[in-house]
């Protein structure tokens, strides 16, 4: 059985050109199909981020799963 590292981000926020902050993390639906589809090939799958920090789920991912409205 193979064994693969999955990284996945652990930033919280991105600030573009105009020096805005904008909230971020992970989108939920990526993970999932990329750990399905290694799985699928019976891989054993280790997630990790940078520096080995807590990683933040994208609000955004979550609500499009789940229907929830997206906040503007």
Same mark, same amino acid.
């Given at each position: $059985?193979?064994?693969?590292? $999955? !990284? ?5 926020? /991105?600030?573009?050109? +105009?020096?805005? @902050?904008?909230? @971020? ?10 750990? &399905? /589809? #290694? &799985?699928? %090939? +019976?891989?054993?799958? +280790? #997630? !990790? @981020?940078?520096?080995? %920090?807590? @990683?933040? /789920? ?5 609500? #499009?799963?789940?229907?929830?409205? /997206?906040? $503007?």
């Amino acid at each position: $059985m193979p064994k693969i590292p $999955m !990284a996945v981000s652990a930033a919280a926020s /991105l600030k573009p050109a +105009d020096g805005s @902050t904008h909230p @971020t993390g992970y989108w939920a639906e990526e993970a999932a199909a990329s750990h &399905k /589809l #290694l &799985k699928a %090939v +019976d891989a054993e799958v +280790d #997630l !990790a @981020t940078p520096a080995g %920090v807590r @990683t933040r /789920l994208r609000e955004q991912g979550a609500a #499009l799963k789940t229907g929830a409205a /997206l906040p $503007m």
